[in-house]
Protein backbone atom coordinates (compact mmCIF):
# COMPACT_ATOMS: atom_id res chain seq x y z
CA UNK A 1 0.00 0.00 0.00
CA UNK A 2 2.84 2.49 0.62
CA UNK A 3 4.63 4.43 -2.34
CA UNK A 4 7.78 5.17 -1.98
CA UNK A 5 8.87 9.18 -2.80
CA UNK A 6 11.59 8.72 -6.15
CA UNK A 7 14.92 10.47 -5.37
CA UNK A 8 16.59 12.04 -7.96
CA UNK A 9 20.30 13.29 -8.41
CA UNK A 10 21.86 15.79 -10.50
CA UNK A 11 25.53 16.66 -10.00
CA UNK A 12 25.82 17.34 -6.30
CA UNK A 13 21.97 17.74 -6.12
CA UNK A 14 19.11 15.58 -5.04
CA UNK A 15 15.54 16.73 -6.28
CA UNK A 16 12.84 14.95 -5.08
CA UNK A 17 8.95 16.12 -6.53
CA UNK A 18 5.87 14.75 -4.11
CA UNK A 19 3.32 14.29 -6.57
CA UNK A 20 0.65 12.60 -4.60
CA UNK A 21 -1.02 13.66 -1.28
CA UNK A 22 1.19 12.31 1.45
CA UNK A 23 0.56 10.49 4.46
CA UNK A 24 2.21 9.92 7.72
CA UNK A 25 3.87 6.60 6.52
CA UNK A 26 4.94 7.48 3.17
CA UNK A 27 6.09 11.13 5.17
CA UNK A 28 8.13 9.24 7.86
CA UNK A 29 9.86 6.79 4.98
CA UNK A 30 10.56 9.84 3.02
CA UNK A 31 12.32 11.53 5.86
CA UNK A 32 14.63 7.84 6.27
CA UNK A 33 14.84 7.66 2.38
CA UNK A 34 16.63 10.96 2.00
CA UNK A 35 19.00 10.94 4.52
CA UNK A 36 20.19 7.56 3.43
CA UNK A 37 20.49 8.91 -0.01
CA UNK A 38 22.12 12.01 1.40
CA UNK A 39 24.69 9.39 2.92
CA UNK A 40 25.46 7.44 0.14
CA UNK A 41 25.87 10.20 -2.45
CA UNK A 42 27.15 13.56 0.09
CA UNK A 43 25.20 15.84 -2.04
CA UNK A 44 25.63 19.17 -0.60
CA UNK A 45 22.40 20.63 -1.40
CA UNK A 46 18.40 19.04 -1.83
CA UNK A 47 14.87 20.65 -3.65
CA UNK A 48 12.14 19.69 -2.61
CA UNK A 49 9.25 20.14 -4.85
CA UNK A 50 5.38 20.82 -3.78
CA UNK A 51 3.86 22.28 -6.57
CA UNK A 52 1.50 18.97 -6.43
CA UNK A 53 0.79 19.08 -2.69
CA UNK A 54 -2.76 20.81 -2.02
CA UNK A 55 -2.71 20.47 1.88
CA UNK A 56 0.11 20.21 4.56
CA UNK A 57 -0.91 19.81 8.13
CA UNK A 58 1.08 20.02 11.15
CA UNK A 59 2.45 16.58 11.00
CA UNK A 60 3.87 17.20 7.53
CA UNK A 61 5.01 20.18 8.24
CA UNK A 62 7.15 18.84 11.01
CA UNK A 63 8.60 16.01 9.09
CA UNK A 64 9.72 18.50 6.14
CA UNK A 65 11.27 21.12 9.19
CA UNK A 66 12.36 18.25 10.73
CA UNK A 67 14.20 16.77 7.31
CA UNK A 68 16.02 20.18 6.82
CA UNK A 69 17.58 20.09 10.04
CA UNK A 70 18.15 16.99 9.62
CA UNK A 71 20.28 17.45 6.26
CA UNK A 72 21.52 20.88 7.30
CA UNK A 73 23.28 18.98 10.41
CA UNK A 74 24.74 16.15 7.27
CA UNK A 75 26.13 19.36 6.00
CA UNK A 76 23.62 19.72 3.17
CA UNK A 77 20.86 22.87 2.07
CA UNK A 78 17.67 22.89 1.06
CA UNK A 79 15.36 24.28 -0.56
CA UNK A 80 11.52 24.18 -0.87
CA UNK A 81 9.64 24.93 -4.33
CA UNK A 82 6.21 25.60 -5.64
CA UNK A 83 4.96 26.26 -2.27
CA UNK A 84 0.80 26.55 -3.45
CA UNK A 85 -0.76 30.01 -2.10
CA UNK A 86 -3.74 28.02 -0.33
CA UNK A 87 -0.76 25.52 1.32
CA UNK A 88 1.40 29.04 2.57
CA UNK A 89 -2.06 30.71 3.91
CA UNK A 90 -2.94 27.41 6.01
CA UNK A 91 0.74 27.08 7.14
CA UNK A 92 0.42 30.45 8.44
CA UNK A 93 -3.01 30.13 9.72
CA UNK A 94 -1.83 26.63 12.02
CA UNK A 95 1.31 29.04 12.88
CA UNK A 96 3.94 27.06 11.48
CA UNK A 97 6.50 29.50 9.75
CA UNK A 98 9.17 27.27 8.50
CA UNK A 99 11.28 30.00 9.66
CA UNK A 100 14.75 29.13 8.66
CA UNK A 101 13.65 27.17 5.37
CA UNK A 102 15.09 28.77 1.79
CA UNK A 103 11.71 28.70 -0.42
CA UNK A 104 11.77 29.71 -4.48
CA UNK A 105 8.68 29.69 -6.77
CA UNK A 106 9.51 27.01 -8.76
CA UNK A 107 12.20 23.91 -9.31
CA UNK A 108 14.47 25.96 -11.58
CA UNK A 109 14.54 28.88 -9.48
CA UNK A 110 15.11 26.66 -6.61
CA UNK A 111 18.14 25.08 -8.39
CA UNK A 112 19.88 28.68 -9.11
CA UNK A 113 19.05 29.55 -5.40
CA UNK A 114 21.08 26.45 -4.27
CA UNK A 115 23.58 27.40 -7.24
CA UNK A 116 24.18 30.43 -5.72
CA UNK A 117 24.49 29.87 -2.07
CA UNK A 118 26.58 26.82 -2.63
CA UNK A 119 29.24 28.99 -4.73
CA UNK A 120 28.88 31.71 -1.89
CA UNK B 1 -69.20 37.14 7.33
CA UNK B 2 -70.70 36.78 4.07
CA UNK B 3 -72.34 40.25 4.35
CA UNK B 4 -69.46 41.79 5.96
CA UNK B 5 -67.04 40.39 2.82
CA UNK B 6 -69.73 42.13 0.33
CA UNK B 7 -69.76 45.38 2.01
CA UNK B 8 -65.54 45.64 1.65
CA UNK B 9 -65.81 44.78 -1.75
CA UNK B 10 -68.29 47.27 -2.72
CA UNK B 11 -66.17 49.87 -0.57
CA UNK B 12 -63.43 49.19 -2.38
CA UNK B 13 -65.10 49.24 -6.04
CA UNK B 14 -66.26 52.74 -4.61
CA UNK B 15 -62.50 54.18 -3.49
CA UNK B 16 -60.95 52.84 -6.89
CA UNK B 17 -64.27 54.15 -8.61
CA UNK B 18 -63.56 57.51 -6.98
CA UNK B 19 -59.89 57.73 -7.80
CA UNK B 20 -60.50 56.47 -11.78
CA UNK B 21 -63.08 59.46 -12.00
CA UNK B 22 -61.07 61.86 -9.97
CA UNK B 23 -57.39 61.26 -11.30
CA UNK B 24 -56.38 64.57 -12.19
CA UNK B 25 -57.46 66.21 -9.53
CA UNK B 26 -56.39 64.02 -6.81
CA UNK B 27 -53.38 64.28 -8.93
CA UNK B 28 -52.76 67.77 -8.48
CA UNK B 29 -53.98 68.07 -4.92
CA UNK B 30 -51.61 65.61 -4.01
CA UNK B 31 -48.67 67.56 -6.07
CA UNK B 32 -49.37 70.54 -4.35
CA UNK B 33 -49.28 68.24 -0.80
CA UNK B 34 -46.19 66.95 -1.77
CA UNK B 35 -44.29 70.39 -2.77
CA UNK B 36 -45.04 72.00 0.72
CA UNK B 37 -43.10 68.68 2.18
CA UNK B 38 -40.49 71.31 3.86
CA UNK B 39 -37.63 68.56 4.40
CA UNK B 40 -37.37 66.58 1.15
CA UNK B 41 -37.06 68.67 -1.67
CA UNK B 42 -36.88 65.72 -4.38
CA UNK B 43 -40.46 67.51 -5.95
CA UNK B 44 -39.30 71.02 -6.16
CA UNK B 45 -36.22 69.79 -8.07
CA UNK B 46 -37.47 67.16 -10.40
CA UNK B 47 -38.80 68.45 -14.22
CA UNK B 48 -42.39 68.98 -14.55
CA UNK B 49 -42.66 66.18 -16.93
CA UNK B 50 -40.80 64.12 -15.25
CA UNK B 51 -42.80 64.65 -11.93
CA UNK B 52 -46.10 64.44 -13.79
CA UNK B 53 -44.96 60.96 -15.34
CA UNK B 54 -44.05 59.52 -11.67
CA UNK B 55 -46.77 61.29 -10.23
CA UNK B 56 -49.41 59.35 -12.48
CA UNK B 57 -47.77 56.16 -12.07
CA UNK B 58 -47.62 56.79 -8.29
CA UNK B 59 -51.55 56.87 -8.54
CA UNK B 60 -51.64 54.13 -10.88
CA UNK B 61 -49.87 51.93 -8.00
CA UNK B 62 -52.25 53.05 -5.51
CA UNK B 63 -54.89 51.58 -7.39
CA UNK B 64 -54.06 48.57 -8.71
CA UNK B 65 -53.39 47.72 -4.97
CA UNK B 66 -57.43 48.31 -5.01
CA UNK B 67 -58.04 46.44 -8.33
CA UNK B 68 -55.54 43.66 -9.20
CA UNK B 69 -54.46 40.56 -8.04
CA UNK B 70 -52.35 40.36 -5.26
CA UNK B 71 -49.22 39.10 -7.78
CA UNK B 72 -49.41 41.68 -10.28
CA UNK B 73 -49.35 44.45 -7.50
CA UNK B 74 -46.59 43.16 -6.05
CA UNK B 75 -44.41 43.42 -9.48
CA UNK B 76 -45.63 46.39 -9.62
CA UNK B 77 -44.22 47.43 -6.36
CA UNK B 78 -41.17 45.85 -7.30
CA UNK B 79 -40.72 48.26 -10.44
CA UNK B 80 -41.98 51.29 -8.88
CA UNK B 81 -40.09 50.90 -5.83
CA UNK B 82 -36.74 50.53 -7.92
CA UNK B 83 -37.65 53.51 -9.65
CA UNK B 84 -38.20 56.11 -6.86
CA UNK B 85 -34.63 54.31 -5.25
CA UNK B 86 -32.52 55.45 -8.27
CA UNK B 87 -34.82 59.12 -8.70
CA UNK B 88 -32.92 59.44 -5.14
CA UNK B 89 -36.19 59.43 -2.99
CA UNK B 90 -36.11 58.60 0.80
CA UNK B 91 -37.73 56.24 2.75
CA UNK B 92 -39.40 58.96 4.12
CA UNK B 93 -40.35 60.99 1.50
CA UNK B 94 -42.39 57.93 0.10
CA UNK B 95 -44.44 57.14 3.03
CA UNK B 96 -45.32 60.56 2.91
CA UNK B 97 -46.69 60.41 -0.02
CA UNK B 98 -48.60 57.44 0.52
CA UNK B 99 -50.42 59.16 3.28
CA UNK B 100 -50.83 62.22 1.52
CA UNK B 101 -52.09 60.09 -1.50
CA UNK B 102 -54.93 58.73 0.79
CA UNK B 103 -55.41 61.93 2.51
CA UNK B 104 -56.59 63.98 -0.92
CA UNK B 105 -58.79 60.69 -1.64
CA UNK B 106 -60.15 60.27 1.67
CA UNK B 107 -61.34 64.04 1.83
CA UNK B 108 -62.76 63.94 -1.36
CA UNK B 109 -65.05 60.70 -0.71
CA UNK B 110 -66.11 63.29 2.17
CA UNK B 111 -66.51 66.03 0.23
CA UNK B 112 -68.03 64.07 -2.49
CA UNK B 113 -70.94 62.91 0.10
CA UNK B 114 -69.55 59.02 -0.79
CA UNK B 115 -68.11 59.16 2.88
CA UNK B 116 -70.53 60.19 5.50
CA UNK B 117 -71.36 59.88 9.04
CA UNK B 118 -72.96 56.23 9.02
CA UNK B 119 -70.35 54.48 6.88
CA UNK B 120 -67.36 56.58 8.09
CA UNK B 121 -65.71 53.99 10.19
CA UNK B 122 -66.23 51.13 7.46
CA UNK B 123 -64.27 53.37 5.21
CA UNK B 124 -61.70 54.39 7.71
CA UNK B 125 -60.84 50.97 8.39
CA UNK B 126 -60.89 49.78 4.92
CA UNK B 127 -58.52 52.78 4.17
CA UNK B 128 -55.98 51.19 6.60
CA UNK B 129 -56.44 47.94 5.10
CA UNK B 130 -55.56 49.68 1.58
CA UNK B 131 -52.63 51.95 2.94
CA UNK B 132 -51.32 49.75 5.75
CA UNK B 133 -50.01 46.67 3.37
CA UNK B 134 -48.81 49.28 0.59
CA UNK B 135 -46.42 51.27 3.33
CA UNK B 136 -45.33 47.46 4.55
CA UNK B 137 -44.10 46.11 1.45
CA UNK B 138 -42.63 49.62 0.64
CA UNK B 139 -40.17 49.67 3.47
CA UNK B 140 -39.80 45.84 2.30
CA UNK B 141 -38.95 46.91 -1.24
CA UNK B 142 -36.61 49.64 -0.07
CA UNK B 143 -34.34 47.46 2.49
CA UNK B 144 -34.02 44.97 -0.30
CA UNK B 145 -32.42 47.35 -2.46
CA UNK B 146 -30.74 49.12 0.16
CA UNK B 147 -29.44 45.77 1.12
CA UNK B 148 -28.50 44.68 -2.39
CA UNK B 149 -26.70 47.73 -3.14
CA UNK B 150 -24.37 47.51 0.10
CA UNK B 151 -23.49 43.92 -0.46
CA UNK B 152 -22.55 45.45 -3.96
CA UNK B 153 -20.71 48.10 -2.91
CA UNK B 154 -18.56 45.54 -0.57
CA UNK B 155 -17.82 43.56 -3.32
CA UNK B 156 -16.66 46.57 -5.40
CA UNK B 157 -14.89 47.69 -2.37
CA UNK B 158 -12.56 44.35 -2.05
CA UNK B 159 -12.01 44.30 -5.68
CA UNK B 160 -10.61 47.99 -5.78
CA UNK B 161 -8.22 47.13 -3.01
CA UNK B 162 -6.41 44.25 -3.75
CA UNK B 163 -5.22 43.70 -6.93
CA UNK B 164 -1.32 42.90 -7.69
CA UNK B 165 0.44 45.11 -10.28
CA UNK B 166 3.59 43.84 -12.56
CA UNK B 167 6.19 46.74 -12.52
CA UNK B 168 9.36 44.91 -14.11
CA UNK B 169 9.88 41.31 -14.67
CA UNK B 170 10.28 39.67 -11.27
CA UNK B 171 8.59 43.14 -9.64
CA UNK B 172 5.35 43.89 -8.45
CA UNK B 173 3.57 46.08 -6.17
CA UNK B 174 0.40 46.07 -4.31
CA UNK B 175 -1.13 49.07 -3.35
CA UNK B 176 -3.29 49.17 0.06
CA UNK B 177 -6.12 51.60 0.46
CA UNK B 178 -8.43 52.18 2.80
CA UNK B 179 -9.05 50.79 6.61
CA UNK B 180 -7.93 46.56 6.90
CA UNK B 181 -10.58 44.24 8.76
CA UNK B 182 -9.81 40.41 8.93
CA UNK B 183 -11.86 39.67 5.71
CA UNK B 184 -10.52 42.30 3.43
CA UNK B 185 -6.95 41.08 5.43
CA UNK B 186 -7.98 37.49 3.68
CA UNK B 187 -8.82 38.71 1.03
CA UNK B 188 -5.98 40.82 0.32
CA UNK B 189 -3.27 37.46 1.21
CA UNK B 190 -4.94 35.71 -1.30
CA UNK B 191 -4.75 37.73 -3.92
CA UNK B 192 -1.27 38.86 -2.98
CA UNK B 193 0.14 34.88 -2.98
CA UNK B 194 -1.60 33.90 -6.53
CA UNK B 195 -0.62 37.09 -7.90
CA UNK B 196 3.28 36.43 -6.81
CA UNK B 197 2.39 32.80 -8.21
CA UNK B 198 0.87 34.37 -11.56
CA UNK B 199 3.30 36.60 -12.20
CA UNK B 200 6.32 34.77 -10.82
CA UNK B 201 7.27 37.79 -8.61
CA UNK B 202 10.51 37.69 -7.06
CA UNK B 203 9.83 40.78 -5.12
CA UNK B 204 6.39 41.99 -4.24
CA UNK B 205 6.55 45.46 -2.35
CA UNK B 206 3.43 46.23 -0.49
CA UNK B 207 2.52 49.55 -0.60
CA UNK B 208 0.36 51.39 2.81
CA UNK B 209 0.40 55.07 1.40
CA UNK B 210 -3.02 54.71 1.46
CA UNK B 211 -3.87 52.89 4.77
CA UNK B 212 -5.15 55.27 7.53
CA UNK B 213 -4.45 53.43 10.34
CA UNK B 214 -1.75 50.50 11.37
CA UNK B 215 -2.56 49.15 14.34
CA UNK B 216 -1.67 46.00 16.10
CA UNK B 217 -4.49 43.85 14.14
CA UNK B 218 -3.02 45.40 10.90
CA UNK B 219 0.54 44.67 11.65
CA UNK B 220 -0.56 41.08 12.42
CA UNK B 221 -2.38 40.45 9.13
CA UNK B 222 0.99 42.22 7.17
CA UNK B 223 3.28 40.25 8.89
CA UNK B 224 1.30 37.24 7.92
CA UNK B 225 1.25 37.90 4.48
CA UNK B 226 4.72 38.58 4.45
CA UNK B 227 5.64 35.65 6.22
CA UNK B 228 3.06 33.92 3.58
CA UNK B 229 4.81 35.33 1.01
CA UNK B 230 8.48 34.14 1.99
CA UNK B 231 6.58 29.77 1.78
CA UNK B 232 5.69 30.55 -2.03
CA UNK B 233 9.14 31.37 -2.89
CA UNK B 234 9.07 35.23 -2.96
CA UNK B 235 10.57 38.36 -0.91
CA UNK B 236 8.19 41.00 0.15
CA UNK B 237 8.82 44.84 1.54
CA UNK B 238 7.02 47.34 2.74
CA UNK B 239 7.25 50.76 1.57
CA UNK B 240 4.99 53.60 1.74
CA UNK B 241 5.45 54.20 5.64
CA UNK B 242 4.29 57.53 6.83
CA UNK B 243 6.15 59.37 9.35
CA UNK B 244 3.03 59.09 11.72
CA UNK B 245 2.58 55.43 11.24
CA UNK B 246 6.28 54.92 12.21
CA UNK B 247 5.79 56.27 15.09
CA UNK B 248 2.53 54.26 16.27
CA UNK B 249 4.25 51.15 14.79
CA UNK B 250 7.13 51.94 17.34
CA UNK B 251 4.63 53.04 20.34
CA UNK B 252 2.94 49.90 20.15
CA UNK B 253 5.93 47.77 19.86
CA UNK B 254 5.24 46.23 16.88
CA UNK B 255 8.15 44.55 15.60
CA UNK B 256 8.96 44.58 12.05
CA UNK B 257 12.62 44.35 11.90
CA UNK B 258 12.75 40.90 9.89
CA UNK B 259 10.54 43.28 7.07
CA UNK B 260 12.65 44.91 4.78
CA UNK B 261 10.71 48.75 5.06
CA UNK B 262 11.17 51.56 3.05
CA UNK B 263 9.55 55.37 3.21
CA UNK B 264 8.39 55.98 -0.83
CA UNK B 265 7.41 53.36 -3.26
CA UNK B 266 10.43 54.52 -5.25
CA UNK B 267 13.58 53.51 -2.95
CA UNK B 268 11.45 50.25 -2.12
CA UNK B 269 11.83 49.32 -6.68
CA UNK B 270 15.17 50.22 -6.66
CA UNK B 271 15.95 47.86 -3.67
CA UNK B 272 13.68 45.52 -4.92
CA UNK B 273 15.86 45.72 -8.57
CA UNK B 274 19.15 45.68 -6.36
CA UNK B 275 17.77 42.31 -4.93
CA UNK B 276 17.37 40.81 -8.54
CA UNK B 277 20.45 42.11 -9.47
CA UNK B 278 19.10 45.20 -11.68
CA UNK B 279 19.18 49.00 -11.44
CA UNK B 280 17.81 51.95 -13.41
CA UNK B 281 20.50 54.16 -15.26
CA UNK B 282 20.41 57.13 -16.87
CA UNK B 283 21.31 57.08 -20.60
CA UNK B 284 23.73 59.86 -21.97
CA UNK B 285 22.17 61.41 -24.95
CA UNK B 286 24.24 61.31 -28.19
CA UNK C 1 -31.04 21.41 6.38
CA UNK C 2 -28.19 18.68 7.18
CA UNK C 3 -26.25 16.00 5.00
CA UNK C 4 -23.68 14.29 7.26
CA UNK C 5 -21.09 11.28 6.41
CA UNK C 6 -18.63 9.89 8.82
CA UNK C 7 -15.35 8.27 8.71
CA UNK C 8 -14.28 5.83 11.75
CA UNK C 9 -11.07 6.40 13.03
CA UNK C 10 -8.89 3.04 13.40
CA UNK C 11 -6.00 3.50 11.68
CA UNK C 12 -3.62 5.85 9.95
CA UNK C 13 -5.69 5.17 6.88
CA UNK C 14 -8.46 6.49 7.92
CA UNK C 15 -7.13 10.31 8.68
CA UNK C 16 -6.36 10.30 4.96
CA UNK C 17 -10.02 9.18 3.85
CA UNK C 18 -11.36 11.70 6.63
CA UNK C 19 -9.74 14.18 4.86
CA UNK C 20 -10.63 13.19 1.13
CA UNK C 21 -14.01 13.18 2.33
CA UNK C 22 -13.76 16.68 3.80
CA UNK C 23 -12.51 17.75 0.76
CA UNK C 24 -15.07 16.19 -1.19
CA UNK C 25 -17.94 17.94 0.56
CA UNK C 26 -16.17 21.54 1.02
CA UNK C 27 -15.69 21.28 -3.04
CA UNK C 28 -19.41 20.30 -3.73
CA UNK C 29 -20.68 22.86 -1.51
CA UNK C 30 -18.59 25.38 -3.96
CA UNK C 31 -15.78 26.55 -1.13
CA UNK C 32 -12.41 27.95 -3.35
CA UNK C 33 -9.16 25.61 -3.10
CA UNK C 34 -7.58 28.04 -0.18
CA UNK C 35 -11.19 26.89 2.26
CA UNK C 36 -10.75 23.72 0.83
CA UNK C 37 -6.86 23.65 2.15
CA UNK C 38 -8.32 25.14 5.27
CA UNK C 39 -11.25 22.76 5.66
CA UNK C 40 -8.90 19.24 4.81
CA UNK C 41 -6.09 20.34 7.12
CA UNK C 42 -8.67 20.94 10.34
CA UNK C 43 -10.01 17.72 9.52
CA UNK C 44 -6.81 16.04 8.95
CA UNK C 45 -5.41 17.84 12.69
CA UNK C 46 -8.52 16.72 14.35
CA UNK C 47 -8.44 13.10 12.70
CA UNK C 48 -4.84 12.38 13.75
CA UNK C 49 -5.71 14.00 17.41
CA UNK C 50 -7.98 10.99 17.69
CA UNK C 51 -5.85 8.63 16.18
CA UNK C 52 -2.74 9.69 18.19
CA UNK C 53 -4.71 10.39 22.15
CA UNK C 54 -7.85 8.56 22.02
CA UNK C 55 -7.16 5.41 20.21
CA UNK C 56 -10.24 5.75 17.81
CA UNK C 57 -13.08 7.92 16.92
CA UNK C 58 -14.97 9.50 14.39
CA UNK C 59 -14.87 12.37 12.16
CA UNK C 60 -18.57 13.65 10.89
CA UNK C 61 -19.07 16.04 7.81
CA UNK C 62 -22.13 17.75 8.26
CA UNK C 63 -23.46 20.30 5.51
CA UNK C 64 -25.19 23.26 6.69
CA UNK C 65 -27.66 25.61 5.46
CA UNK C 66 -28.14 29.06 7.93
CA UNK C 67 -30.39 32.08 6.39
CA UNK C 68 -29.72 30.93 3.17
CA UNK C 69 -25.39 30.61 3.93
CA UNK C 70 -23.96 27.48 3.16
CA UNK C 71 -21.36 25.87 5.69
CA UNK C 72 -19.36 22.77 6.46
CA UNK C 73 -19.48 21.16 10.33
CA UNK C 74 -16.68 19.01 10.98
CA UNK C 75 -17.56 16.36 14.27
CA UNK C 76 -14.59 14.94 15.68
CA UNK C 77 -15.71 12.47 18.74
CA UNK C 78 -14.25 9.85 20.51
CA UNK C 79 -14.77 8.23 24.24
CA UNK C 80 -10.34 8.25 25.02
CA UNK C 81 -8.83 9.94 28.08
CA UNK C 82 -10.31 13.56 27.48
CA UNK C 83 -8.14 16.92 27.49
CA UNK C 84 -7.66 17.92 31.06
CA UNK C 85 -6.66 21.52 30.34
CA UNK C 86 -8.48 22.42 27.69
CA UNK C 87 -6.90 26.02 28.30
CA UNK C 88 -3.25 24.66 28.10
CA UNK C 89 -4.37 23.00 24.71
CA UNK C 90 -5.52 25.90 23.05
CA UNK C 91 -1.73 27.72 23.44
CA UNK C 92 0.20 27.81 20.24
CA UNK C 93 3.33 24.94 21.11
CA UNK C 94 1.72 23.12 23.42
CA UNK C 95 2.19 19.32 22.92
CA UNK C 96 2.40 16.40 24.79
CA UNK C 97 3.53 14.19 22.53
CA UNK C 98 6.44 16.51 20.28
CA UNK C 99 4.81 17.76 18.10
CA UNK C 100 4.57 21.55 17.16
CA UNK C 101 1.36 21.82 19.22
CA UNK C 102 -0.30 23.74 16.26
CA UNK C 103 -2.98 21.97 15.42
CA UNK C 104 -6.12 22.64 17.93
CA UNK C 105 -5.12 26.31 18.09
CA UNK C 106 -4.35 26.04 14.18
CA UNK C 107 -8.27 24.70 13.87
CA UNK C 108 -9.38 27.01 15.28
CA UNK C 109 -7.50 29.82 13.34
CA UNK C 110 -8.50 27.88 10.13
CA UNK C 111 -12.24 27.77 10.57
CA UNK C 112 -14.99 30.32 11.88
CA UNK C 113 -16.41 28.35 14.57
CA UNK C 114 -14.99 26.16 17.46
CA UNK C 115 -15.99 24.81 20.07
CA UNK C 116 -14.59 21.91 22.64
CA UNK C 117 -16.80 19.48 24.88
CA UNK C 118 -14.23 17.08 26.69
CA UNK C 119 -14.73 15.07 30.07
CA UNK C 120 -11.24 13.74 31.67
CA UNK C 121 -11.67 9.67 31.46
CA UNK C 122 -14.88 9.75 29.03
CA UNK C 123 -14.11 11.45 25.88
CA UNK C 124 -13.75 14.74 23.76
CA UNK C 125 -15.58 16.15 21.25
CA UNK C 126 -15.00 19.00 18.73
CA UNK C 127 -17.20 20.98 16.72
CA UNK C 128 -15.62 22.84 13.75
CA UNK C 129 -17.70 25.05 11.24
CA UNK C 130 -16.83 27.13 8.10
CA UNK C 131 -19.09 29.04 6.29
CA UNK C 132 -19.39 29.89 2.77
CA UNK C 133 -18.93 33.49 1.95
N1 LIG D 1 -8.93 13.86 21.07
C1 LIG D 1 -8.05 14.08 22.09
N2 LIG D 1 -8.10 13.33 23.21
C2 LIG D 1 -7.22 13.56 24.22
N3 LIG D 1 -6.26 14.51 24.19
C3 LIG D 1 -6.14 15.28 23.11
C4 LIG D 1 -7.04 15.13 21.99
N4 LIG D 1 -6.70 16.06 21.06
C5 LIG D 1 -5.66 16.74 21.58
N5 LIG D 1 -5.30 16.30 22.80
C6 LIG D 1 -4.23 16.85 23.68
O1 LIG D 1 -4.02 18.22 23.30
C7 LIG D 1 -2.65 18.45 23.00
C8 LIG D 1 -2.55 19.50 21.94
O2 LIG D 1 -3.04 19.03 20.71
P1 LIG D 1 -2.57 19.72 19.36
O3 LIG D 1 -3.20 19.04 18.22
O4 LIG D 1 -2.83 21.19 19.51
O5 LIG D 1 -0.99 19.51 19.36
P2 LIG D 1 -0.19 18.16 19.08
O6 LIG D 1 -1.10 17.13 18.52
O7 LIG D 1 0.50 17.81 20.34
O8 LIG D 1 0.86 18.62 18.01
P3 LIG D 1 0.56 18.88 16.43
O9 LIG D 1 -0.91 18.76 16.22
O10 LIG D 1 1.05 20.26 16.19
O11 LIG D 1 1.34 17.87 15.69
C9 LIG D 1 -2.10 17.11 22.60
O12 LIG D 1 -0.70 17.04 22.83
C10 LIG D 1 -2.89 16.15 23.50
O13 LIG D 1 -2.31 16.06 24.76
MG1 LIG E 1 -2.41 17.47 16.91
Redesign the pocket.
Known amino acids: MNFRIPILKLRDTLIVSIQWELDDQTAIQFQEDLLNKLHETSARGVVIDLTSVDFID ?2 IA ?1 VLGDVISMSSLMGARVVITGIQPAVAITLIELGIRLEDVMTALDLENGLDKLQLELEA | MEIQGGLRQKMNKQMAGYIQENNTEIITKWQELMKNEKNDRSFQVMPTDLMNQTSKEFADLMLSNLLESHQAYETRLNDFAEKVVRLGWSMTFVTKAIDHFSEVVFEGMEDAGLITQENFRGFFKEFNNWIIPIRDSTVAAYSKTWERTVSLQKIALQELSASLIPVFEKVSVMPLVGTIDTERARLIMENLLEGVVKHRAEVVLLDITGVPVVDTMVAHHIIQAADAVRLVGAKCMLVGIRPEIAQTIVTLGINLNEFTTTSTLQRGVEQALAWTNRKIVEVDEQ | MSNQSSVEILTEWDIVAARQLGRNVAKELGFGTVDQARITTAIS ?1 LA ?3 Y ?3 GQ ?1 RIEIQQLMENGIKGILII ?1 A ?1 Q ?4 PDIRK ?1 MEDG ?4 G ?8 VKRLMDEFKIETIPGEG ?1 DIRATKWLR
Open positions: SFK | ERNILYAGADGPGIVFSTSGLGAGLPGT
